[in-house]
């Protein structure tokens, strides 16, 4: 009776060893966009090529969010870097399957124009503005401030064009026009026409607006499949390690950082790179304080359009 108990002993102890070289040689594949969202992780990623026993990580960088959303929801994708909006719109859709873990990056838009005599929000009163997406997340923030500082519909113009370089070439042509531009475009816009200035960081515009709310503009979260989240906790939980260290670590070398967004095809040009890095707001917030951000930004959004956040806001599990 011995023999046989053994050998089955012998099985469960081979087949669960088994199991644990399967878990710890399990990568977590990461998706994010072509932009700020992406310049966050950069060291991590090179950390990942450079060591991946230690930084079990697959990378995916898309140029739109569309591209992103499906495989998280296949199940292809256990981490994304997204805007704050569609992570909530992602989590209607999944019916509460995904949770956000950190906010990657804060305000990110600037008004960039040649004009002189515009210093504050008052002054955009009878000009035109020229920006993309309309009704997507600059639009709404333009409005949000235009509307709270006392400017109403008619006071102003908005023109949208399809690609930030197409405001960019505007800006480009005509010096004197005002044009709303996110990081690294802002930043390339001036450094290619020394007479545009940033007339207005939008980002700390809005933080004024909020008054003693304290609210930031959140533009980019990082969002997790639940799944992933309940069999994989402990690796999400080092990969939020790795993002602050790899955050801090750009900071702290923007020179290496923007070399790393050229290579990975983020920027163009390492100068503008380096010159973009300290306006692009990467952090890595979490716990209360991110849920207290996020949520406050989530609330504006709805009151402007319930649609930009899913037709209603997350529930109480949306945050980590």
Known sequence: MKKPFIILLLLCCLLAC????????????????????????????????QNPQGYPYEFQIATGADELLPLVVKGELD????????????????????????INTLGV???ITGDPDIAEVEDLRDKRIYLTGKGT??????????????????????????????????????SSAI???????ATAALMQNEKLHIALDMGAVWESCQGEDESAMVTGVTIVRNA?????GEMVETF?????????????????????????GIVAKEAVAKEAIPKCNLVCITGEEMKGMLSSYLEVLAQFNEELVGGRLPEEDFYY
């Open 240 to 264: 939020l390690e790795q993002h602050q260290s790899s955050v801090a670590a750009i900071h702290e070398k923007p020179e290496v950082g923007a070399a790393l967004a050229v290579e990975a």
């Open 109 to 111: 838009l600037y008004l």
């Open 137 to 174: 997340i600059p639009d709404a923030s333009l409005h949000y401030i235009l509307q709270h500082s006392g400017l109403q519909e008619g006071d102003y113009t908005l023109e949208y064009k399809s690609e930030p370089t197409e405001v960019a070439a505007i800006l480009a042509q005509e």
């Open 18 to 49: 088994s199991c644990g070289r399967q878990q710890e040689a399990e990568s977590v594949r990461i998706g994010s966009l072509k932009g700020p969202t992406s310049l966050g992780i950069l060291f991590l990623m090179e950390e990942a090529e």
């Open 179 to 185: 044009g709303l531009l996110p990081q690294p475009f």
């Open 228 to 232: 992933f989240l309940l069999e994989h």
């Open 79 to 102: 981490i994304a870097l997204v805007p704050s909006n569609v992570a909530a719109a992602l989590y209607q859709k999944t019916e509460g399957g995904v949770t956000v873990i950190d």
